[in-house]
Protein backbone atom coordinates (compact mmCIF):
# COMPACT_ATOMS: atom_id res chain seq x y z
CA UNK A 1 0.00 0.00 0.00
CA UNK A 2 1.00 3.36 -0.69
CA UNK A 3 2.90 5.70 1.85
CA UNK A 4 0.22 7.80 3.59
CA UNK A 5 0.75 11.41 3.70
CA UNK A 6 0.12 13.50 7.03
CA UNK A 7 -3.04 15.16 5.56
CA UNK A 8 -4.18 11.68 5.04
CA UNK A 9 -3.31 10.45 8.40
CA UNK A 10 -5.03 13.53 9.94
CA UNK A 11 -8.28 12.72 8.15
CA UNK A 12 -7.35 8.83 8.65
CA UNK A 13 -9.31 8.04 11.79
CA UNK A 14 -12.13 6.47 10.26
CA UNK A 15 -10.55 5.32 7.16
CA UNK A 16 -11.23 1.74 5.63
CA UNK A 17 -12.63 0.52 8.85
CA UNK A 18 -16.03 -1.05 8.11
CA UNK A 19 -18.36 1.05 10.18
CA UNK A 20 -21.51 2.78 9.20
CA UNK A 21 -21.53 6.67 10.59
CA UNK A 22 -25.35 7.86 11.38
CA UNK A 23 -26.29 11.92 11.63
CA UNK A 24 -29.56 11.88 14.14
CA UNK A 25 -31.27 14.93 14.59
CA UNK A 26 -34.35 16.95 13.52
CA UNK A 27 -35.14 18.57 9.89
CA UNK A 28 -32.78 21.59 9.80
CA UNK A 29 -29.95 20.38 12.41
CA UNK A 30 -27.59 20.33 9.74
CA UNK A 31 -27.40 16.39 8.75
CA UNK A 32 -26.97 17.02 5.11
CA UNK A 33 -24.43 19.72 5.58
CA UNK A 34 -22.43 17.78 7.84
CA UNK A 35 -22.59 14.56 6.10
CA UNK A 36 -21.48 15.63 2.54
CA UNK A 37 -18.60 16.98 5.05
CA UNK A 38 -17.60 13.66 6.75
CA UNK A 39 -18.27 12.05 3.12
CA UNK A 40 -15.31 14.55 2.11
CA UNK A 41 -12.99 14.20 4.30
CA UNK A 42 -13.40 10.39 5.25
CA UNK A 43 -13.81 9.37 1.02
CA UNK A 44 -17.26 7.78 2.10
CA UNK A 45 -20.25 7.77 0.54
CA UNK A 46 -22.84 10.35 1.31
CA UNK A 47 -26.40 8.14 1.67
CA UNK A 48 -29.39 10.42 1.59
CA UNK A 49 -32.70 8.79 1.88
CA UNK A 50 -34.18 12.55 1.60
CA UNK A 51 -32.23 12.73 -1.67
CA UNK A 52 -32.78 9.31 -2.98
CA UNK A 53 -36.52 10.27 -2.74
CA UNK A 54 -36.68 13.36 -4.31
CA UNK A 55 -34.16 11.53 -7.74
CA UNK A 56 -36.69 8.84 -7.37
CA UNK A 57 -39.34 11.74 -7.88
CA UNK A 58 -37.31 13.53 -10.68
CA UNK A 59 -36.94 10.78 -12.45
CA UNK A 60 -40.79 9.66 -11.92
CA UNK A 61 -40.35 5.91 -10.71
CA UNK A 62 -42.80 3.91 -9.54
CA UNK A 63 -41.06 4.22 -6.08
CA UNK A 64 -41.19 8.24 -6.63
CA UNK A 65 -44.77 8.35 -7.17
CA UNK A 66 -45.56 6.60 -4.18
CA UNK A 67 -42.94 8.81 -1.79
CA UNK A 68 -43.98 11.93 -3.48
CA UNK A 69 -47.51 12.38 -1.98
CA UNK A 70 -46.23 11.49 1.84
CA UNK A 71 -43.18 13.65 1.58
CA UNK A 72 -45.52 16.75 0.49
CA UNK A 73 -47.16 16.39 3.29
CA UNK A 74 -44.37 15.58 5.76
CA UNK A 75 -45.13 12.41 6.55
CA UNK A 76 -42.51 9.12 6.47
CA UNK A 77 -42.26 6.76 4.30
CA UNK A 78 -43.19 3.34 4.89
CA UNK A 79 -40.12 1.32 6.23
CA UNK A 80 -40.12 -1.57 4.20
CA UNK A 81 -40.08 1.12 0.68
CA UNK A 82 -37.06 2.69 2.57
CA UNK A 83 -35.36 -0.29 3.15
CA UNK A 84 -35.61 -1.94 -0.11
CA UNK A 85 -34.16 1.36 -1.45
CA UNK A 86 -32.08 1.20 0.83
CA UNK A 87 -30.23 -2.26 0.51
CA UNK A 88 -30.16 -1.64 -3.23
CA UNK A 89 -27.44 1.61 -2.49
CA UNK A 90 -25.23 -0.02 -0.44
CA UNK A 91 -24.88 -3.22 -1.99
CA UNK A 92 -23.09 -1.08 -4.05
CA UNK A 93 -18.99 -1.51 -4.19
CA UNK A 94 -18.36 2.26 -2.99
CA UNK A 95 -19.89 0.99 0.67
CA UNK A 96 -18.04 -1.98 1.17
CA UNK A 97 -16.33 -0.09 3.75
CA UNK A 98 -18.74 2.03 5.23
CA UNK A 99 -20.59 4.95 4.64
CA UNK A 100 -22.48 7.94 6.15
CA UNK A 101 -26.14 8.18 6.67
CA UNK A 102 -28.48 11.55 6.62
CA UNK A 103 -31.73 10.91 7.00
CA UNK A 104 -31.81 7.13 8.09
CA UNK A 105 -32.37 5.15 10.13
CA UNK A 106 -35.25 7.12 11.00
CA UNK A 107 -37.45 4.68 12.94
CA UNK A 108 -36.89 1.73 15.64
CA UNK A 109 -37.57 -0.42 12.77
CA UNK A 110 -35.44 1.20 10.25
CA UNK A 111 -32.46 1.23 12.90
CA UNK A 112 -32.61 -3.06 13.85
CA UNK A 113 -32.41 -3.39 10.13
CA UNK A 114 -29.54 -1.58 9.78
CA UNK A 115 -27.90 -3.33 12.58
CA UNK A 116 -28.66 -6.30 10.99
CA UNK A 117 -27.00 -5.19 7.69
CA UNK A 118 -24.43 -4.17 9.97
CA UNK A 119 -23.99 -7.41 11.67
CA UNK A 120 -23.74 -9.28 8.15
CA UNK A 121 -21.06 -7.53 7.15
CA UNK A 122 -19.19 -7.88 10.18
CA UNK A 123 -18.56 -3.96 10.42
CA UNK A 124 -17.61 -2.17 13.85
CA UNK A 125 -20.26 -0.49 15.87
CA UNK A 126 -22.10 2.47 14.08
CA UNK A 127 -20.85 6.09 14.96
CA UNK A 128 -24.19 7.78 15.63
CA UNK A 129 -24.00 11.49 16.07
CA UNK A 130 -26.74 13.25 17.08
CA UNK A 131 -26.78 16.79 16.17
CA UNK A 132 -29.07 19.00 18.99
CA UNK A 133 -30.14 22.27 18.34
CA UNK A 134 -32.76 24.13 20.05
CA UNK A 135 -36.46 23.80 18.41
CA UNK A 136 -36.61 27.68 17.80
CA UNK A 137 -33.52 27.58 15.45
CA UNK A 138 -35.09 25.08 13.25
CA UNK A 139 -37.69 27.08 11.51
CA UNK A 140 -35.72 29.46 10.65
CA UNK A 141 -33.16 27.38 8.69
CA UNK A 142 -35.49 25.62 7.26
CA UNK A 143 -37.80 27.97 5.78
CA UNK A 144 -33.98 29.93 4.57
CA UNK A 145 -32.73 27.07 3.05
CA UNK A 146 -31.65 26.52 -0.77
CA UNK A 147 -30.25 23.83 -2.37
CA UNK A 148 -28.85 23.13 -5.75
CA UNK A 149 -29.38 20.04 -7.87
CA UNK A 150 -26.04 18.34 -7.05
CA UNK A 151 -26.82 19.30 -3.40
CA UNK A 152 -25.02 22.13 -1.94
CA UNK A 153 -27.08 23.45 0.98
CA UNK A 154 -27.12 27.68 1.73
CA UNK A 155 -29.30 29.09 3.67
CA UNK A 156 -30.34 32.98 2.47
CA UNK A 157 -30.33 34.03 6.51
CA UNK A 158 -26.98 32.78 7.49
CA UNK A 159 -25.02 30.98 4.85
CA UNK A 160 -26.20 32.87 1.09
CA UNK A 161 -24.65 32.23 -1.98
CA UNK A 162 -22.28 34.59 -3.36
CA UNK A 163 -25.31 35.68 -6.44
CA UNK A 164 -28.40 35.63 -4.64
CA UNK A 165 -30.42 32.17 -6.20
CA UNK A 166 -26.95 30.55 -7.71
CA UNK A 167 -25.00 28.11 -6.34
CA UNK A 168 -21.14 28.86 -6.00
CA UNK A 169 -20.20 25.81 -7.07
CA UNK A 170 -22.19 24.72 -10.35
CA UNK A 171 -23.65 27.68 -11.15
CA UNK A 172 -27.27 26.16 -11.45
CA UNK A 173 -30.22 27.79 -10.20
CA UNK A 174 -30.95 27.87 -6.45
CA UNK A 175 -34.64 25.61 -5.10
CA UNK A 176 -36.85 26.00 -2.57
CA UNK A 177 -37.71 22.34 -1.55
CA UNK A 178 -41.71 22.17 -1.49
CA UNK A 179 -41.40 20.42 1.97
CA UNK A 180 -39.84 23.40 3.39
CA UNK A 181 -42.67 25.51 3.85
CA UNK A 182 -44.17 26.49 7.39
CA UNK A 183 -46.47 23.83 7.55
CA UNK A 184 -45.22 21.27 6.08
CA UNK A 185 -42.22 22.01 8.29
CA UNK A 186 -44.89 21.44 11.58
CA UNK A 187 -45.49 17.96 10.16
CA UNK A 188 -41.73 17.23 9.78
CA UNK A 189 -40.99 18.77 13.37
CA UNK A 190 -43.99 16.20 14.40
CA UNK A 191 -43.26 13.03 12.64
CA UNK A 192 -39.63 13.35 13.97
CA UNK A 193 -40.25 13.92 17.72
CA UNK A 194 -42.76 10.93 17.12
CA UNK A 195 -40.60 8.45 15.43
CA UNK A 196 -37.00 9.58 14.95
CA UNK A 197 -36.79 10.74 18.49
CA UNK A 198 -37.26 7.58 20.38
CA UNK A 199 -33.48 6.32 18.41
CA UNK A 200 -31.40 8.52 20.76
CA UNK A 201 -32.34 6.42 23.93
CA UNK A 202 -32.04 3.41 21.48
CA UNK A 203 -28.53 4.42 20.96
CA UNK A 204 -27.54 5.76 24.16
CA UNK A 205 -28.27 2.49 25.83
CA UNK A 206 -25.93 0.68 22.94
CA UNK A 207 -23.20 2.94 23.57
CA UNK A 208 -22.96 4.25 20.58
CA UNK A 209 -24.34 7.89 20.94
CA UNK A 210 -22.38 10.67 20.67
CA UNK A 211 -23.92 14.23 21.04
CA UNK A 212 -22.69 17.31 18.76
CA UNK A 213 -23.78 20.91 19.32
CA UNK A 214 -25.09 21.90 16.40
CA UNK A 215 -26.06 25.07 16.89
CA UNK A 216 -23.26 27.36 16.33
CA UNK A 217 -21.99 28.00 12.63
CA UNK A 218 -20.92 24.87 9.83
CA UNK A 219 -17.57 25.14 10.13
CA UNK A 220 -17.61 25.13 14.15
CA UNK A 221 -20.13 21.94 14.17
CA UNK A 222 -17.73 20.03 11.48
CA UNK A 223 -14.42 20.93 13.74
CA UNK A 224 -15.92 18.77 16.61
CA UNK A 225 -17.25 16.14 14.40
CA UNK A 226 -13.75 15.92 13.10
CA UNK A 227 -12.31 15.32 16.49
CA UNK A 228 -15.03 12.35 17.52
CA UNK A 229 -13.67 10.68 14.17
CA UNK A 230 -10.46 10.97 14.32
CA UNK A 231 -10.67 9.71 17.68
CA UNK A 232 -13.08 6.92 17.08
CA UNK A 233 -11.52 3.18 18.07
CA UNK A 234 -10.90 0.59 15.73
CA UNK A 235 -14.54 -1.92 15.05
CA UNK A 236 -13.80 -4.64 17.66
P1 LIG B 1 -35.06 16.48 6.54
O1 LIG B 1 -34.18 15.58 7.35
O2 LIG B 1 -34.51 17.84 6.38
O3 LIG B 1 -36.48 16.45 6.98
P2 LIG B 1 -34.82 14.72 4.20
O4 LIG B 1 -34.41 15.22 2.88
O5 LIG B 1 -33.90 13.80 4.94
O6 LIG B 1 -35.18 16.00 5.04
O7 LIG B 1 -36.22 13.93 4.05
C1 LIG B 1 -37.31 14.48 3.36
C2 LIG B 1 -38.50 13.53 3.42
O8 LIG B 1 -38.16 12.25 2.83
C3 LIG B 1 -38.99 13.17 4.82
O9 LIG B 1 -39.87 14.15 5.33
C4 LIG B 1 -39.67 11.83 4.57
O10 LIG B 1 -40.95 11.99 3.97
C5 LIG B 1 -38.79 11.18 3.53
N1 LIG B 1 -37.73 10.33 4.15
C6 LIG B 1 -36.39 10.55 4.07
N2 LIG B 1 -35.72 9.60 4.74
C7 LIG B 1 -36.66 8.75 5.26
C8 LIG B 1 -36.60 7.59 6.07
N3 LIG B 1 -35.44 7.06 6.47
N4 LIG B 1 -37.77 7.00 6.43
C9 LIG B 1 -38.93 7.48 6.04
N5 LIG B 1 -39.08 8.59 5.28
C10 LIG B 1 -37.95 9.23 4.89
Redesign the pocket.
Known sequence: MAAVTADQAGAGGLQGLGRAVILLGP??AG??TQAQRIAQRYRLPHL????M??DNINCDTALGRR?KP??ER????P?EI?LGMVEDRIAQSDCENGFVF??????LA?AGDLERICRQRKFGGSIVLHLVVQPELLMRR?TGRRICKSGHIYNIYDRPPKREGICDFDGTELIHRP?DSEAVIRE?LL?YDAQTLPLVDYYRSRGLLRSVDAMPDADTVAEAIRKILDGAEAPQ
Open positions: PGKGSTGDFRALMGELVDVDGFPRTQLDRA
